[in-house]
């Protein structure tokens, strides 16, 4: 079982930033892929960032949306995924959940609300 904790949401204005942390524990050996992804109220989850392990290194997926102005990082030896979120709109207000792929096995955090204020 593998267990994600988020941090780092809150309310912010347009034009902010913020940084959220995902930290896994549990029965990990390795984490395919670590990630991001958002809620907004009425509509779907929908992918923000992904950061995948591969042979040669990591392969890293954004959604347009968010292309310039988020970014993904990952502390392998942590087991945490980071999301820096900067020049935030108010678009960006959802719920954002922490993901990993672990053993092919999908895992989801709790989520965590980030409000951007206009």
């Known amino acids: 079982q593998v267990q994600l904790v988020e941090s780092g949401g809150g309310l912010v204005q347009a034009g902010g930033s913020l940084t959220l942390s995902c930290a896994a524990s549990?029965?990990?050996?390795?984490?395919?892929?670590m990630g991001w992804y958002r809620q907004a109220p009425g509509k779907q989850r929908e992918l923000v960032a992904l950061?995948?392990?591969?042979?040669?290194?990591?392969?890293?997926n954004y959604a347009d949306s968010v292309k310039g102005r988020f970014t993904i990082s990952r502390d392998n030896a942590k087991n945490t995924v980071y999301l820096q979120m900067n020049s935030l709109k108010p678009q960006d207000t959802a719920v954002y959940y922490c993901?990993?792929?672990?053993?092919?096995?999908?895992?989801w955090g709790q989520g965590t609300q980030v409000t951007v204020s206009s």
């Open positions: 993901y990993a792929l672990v053993s092919a096995i999908d895992y």
């Open positions: 950061v995948a392990s591969i042979t040669s290194g990591s392969v890293i």
């Open positions: 549990g029965s990990i050996f390795s984490i395919d892929t």
